[in-house]
Structures are given as structure tokens and as C-alpha cells.
């Protein structure tokens, strides 16, 4: 007697793909993430420190470039593949956080013309000083949400309208006015104290 050797055999499925796996975030399987932490978090650190120079900020983006996955639903797998979209989006976002590291360097030099004009850092006390007060623009920046400063720094340093804003975000005009208000509502209260 002849019998099926098929069904006795274990079968040893291929891998999910990635299209699979991002179906399966979006169904709320956390393990899927996990999966493709694995299969693309050392691309996206590399970039990522490669980009931004400093190992922390790379695995903090890194974080932040997985967290997105989990939340979004931007990702077509029908219009390239997994690793390009997670390329563009953590060569997208470290460049953002380039452009806020010259905002708050620009918003410091700004500042600083406002507050030192005639009097040149001579003493101790005075660089100091100065670099507290950088230490407190950064960490207001910082304090806001990614969304509030990004629009922040297009209006202010890209020069864009909110209704350009809102077409290059692809988000309701409403939302950019309510997060550039909240924005800058929460700068002026971490600052007020350093302003006065």
C-alpha cells in the first residue's frame, strides 16, 4: 500500500513577503513588524546614521521609521518595493531633522543678533550663558511634536503659505493652522521664562 508521503512530511513554508507581512501590520499583528524589523532595520540605522552622523538620533529614527510603518498606510506594495519606500521615507525624515538642526541654529542666530548685538562673547560667563540659551531653543524645538515643527519651519524658513503647506503635506488646511497654532503656543510657553 502506497501512502501520501506529502501530508507525513513537514512542509517548510517560504518566507512571508513583504506585501504579506505589511497586511498583517495592518490586521494588527504586531509579530509582522517584528519580522520586518528584522529584515530592514539595519538598512534603515545605516541610512540613517550615514545621514545624520550621530548614532543615537539614528536609532531614534529608526524607531520612529518603524512606528510610522505600524501607523500608516502609505505604503502601496502594487508601486515598489518595501525597502525603496522605507529608504525614501528615512532619507525623508532624516532630512528633516537636518533642516531642525539648522532652524534652531538659524533661530539662535536670530536671537542672538536681538540680544548681543554691541556686546561680543568676551567672558566666560557670557559663552556660557549663550550656550544655555542655545541648550533652551533646541530643547523647546524638541518639545514639539514632528508635525508642528515641520510646519513651523516651512512657513518660517520655507516662506509657504498654510494652504501650500497643506498641498505639499497632502493634509486638510485645517490641520496645518491647528498645529502651527499649537506649535507655536508651546514654544512661547517653554521660552517665556527665557524670553522675559
Known amino acids: ?104 541654529l538659524k533661530f539662535l542666530d536670530r536671537w542672538s543678533q536681538n540680544t548681543t548685538v554691541e556686546t561680543p562673547l568676551n567672558t566666560p560667563f557670557e559663552q556660557a550663558s549663550y550656550t544655555e540659551r542655545s541648550q533652551q531653543v533646541q530643547n523647546a524645538l524638541a518639545q514639539l511634536s514632528d508635525n508642528q515643527r515641520q510646519i513651523l519651519e516651512m512657513s518660517y524658513y520655507d516662506g509657504l503659505s498654510q494652504s501650500e503647506i497643506a498641498q505639499q503635506l497632502d493634509i486638510p488646511l485645517g490641520t496645518v493652522k491647528t498645529r502651527s497654532r499649537q506649535g507655536l503656543l508651546k514654544l512661547r510657553q517653554t521660552l517665556q521664562d527665557f524670553l522675559r
Open 1 to 104: 500500500m502506497h501512502s501520501d508521503d506529502s501530508s507525513s512530511q513537514p512542509t517548510n513554508p517560504s518566507p512571508p513577503t513583504d506585501a504579506e507581512l505589511f497586511q498583517a501590520i495592518k490586521a494588527g499583528q504586531r509579530s509582522a513588524l517584528g519580522i520586518l524589523y528584522d529584515r530592514y532595520g539595519k538598512l534603515v540605522y545605516g541610512l540613517a546614521l550615514h545621514m545624520l552622523k550621530n548614532p543615537q538620533e539614528a536609532e531614534d529614527l529608526t524607531q520612529e521609521i518603524f512606528l510610522a510603518l505600524w501607523r500608516s498606510d502609505r505604503y502601496n506594495p502594487t508601486r515598489g518595493s518595501l525597502s525603496s519606500f522605507l529608504t525614501i521615507m528615512t532619507r525623508s525624515r532624516a532630512i528633516d531633522k537636518l533642516r531642525s538642526r539648522q532652524t534652531s
